[in-house]
């Protein structure tokens, strides 16, 4: 089936660096789609989603910018801190449908 | 407020045992999903409840998995004779039509 993937499985950045994390979708129906954060231990957090009527959007140090030509999400993460550390995910929906597909993630690792 | 809760955090139990892990969603959400993580691994979806609805059970690998939903609120996930390769973090999340899945932090299971 169609399924959704990363480029880099991991990102070493310095703090005060921005970050990107990337991701490829292949589903063209596809026109919803979340980051989730998921630090050790913890279940995944939502972080900003985004809708296939828009091509960017705006949170509090993040940004999602979604290019449908090429099926590509990337979430950029702007002033990076040691507490941005963790995986990364990318996942989609099918507006109506029930599930989410998730990518692999990628691993931030974030250095003082 | 109040999350996602997952119960028991952790479980270890033998080869052929069944096991049941409980997800508490958020109040008022309708939505309720399972999902299983294996190390390094992303989210592969098991089942879905929506309301009153049949419940979508398409990702249960083997019909060693059950789940159901009492009240529309807490939600059991069953494996029976459980196998090593069921070892995994199993996720639970809840959710408001048209939002996005909160997840809790997971009951990790270990299969001996």
């Known amino acids: 089936g169609e399924s959704v993937g990363l480029h880099l499985p991991t990102l070493s950045v310095q703090e005060g660096d921005n970050s990107i994390i990337n991701c490829a979708y292949s589903?063209?129906?596809?026109?919803?789609f979340i980051w989730y954060k998921q630090e050790s231990g913890k279940g995944p957090q939502f972080i900003i989603d985004i809708r296939s009527n828009m091509d960017k959007r705006q949170g509090q140090r993040v940004t999602v910018l979604l290019n449908k030509t090429v099926k590509h999400l990337s979430l950029q993460i702007a002033a990076t801190q040691p507490g941005d550390s963790a995986v990364y995910f990318c996942?989609?929906?099918?507006?109506?449908?029930?599930?989410?597909?998730f990518g692999k993630g990628t691993m931030l690792l974030v250095s003082p | 407020g109040a999350g996602v809760s997952q119960s028991p955090s952790n479980k270890v139990t033998e080869k052929g045992k069944d096991v049941e892990l409980r997800c508490d969603p958020i109040?008022?959400?309708?939505?309720l999903y399972w999902y299983r993580q294996s190390l390094g691994q992303g989210l592969e979806f098991l089942i879905y409840?929506?309301?009153?609805?049949?419940?979508?059970k398409s990702g249960l690998p083997s019909d060693r998995f059950s789940a159901e939903r009492t009240g529309g609120s807490v939600s059991t996930l069953t494996i029976q004779r459980t196998q090593q390769e069921d070892s995994a973090v199993y996720l639970c999340?809840?959710?408001?039509?048209?939002?996005?899945?909160?997840f809790g932090d997971g009951t990790r299971l270990s299969i001996l």
């Open positions: 109040s008022g959400h309708t939505a």
């Open positions: 996942a989609e929906n099918i507006v109506g449908y029930s599930t989410l597909t």
């Open positions: 999340a809840s959710s408001r039509p048209g939002s996005p899945q909160h």
């Open positions: 409840f929506q309301g009153n609805s049949a419940p979508d």
């Open positions: 589903n063209s129906a596809s026109d919803y």
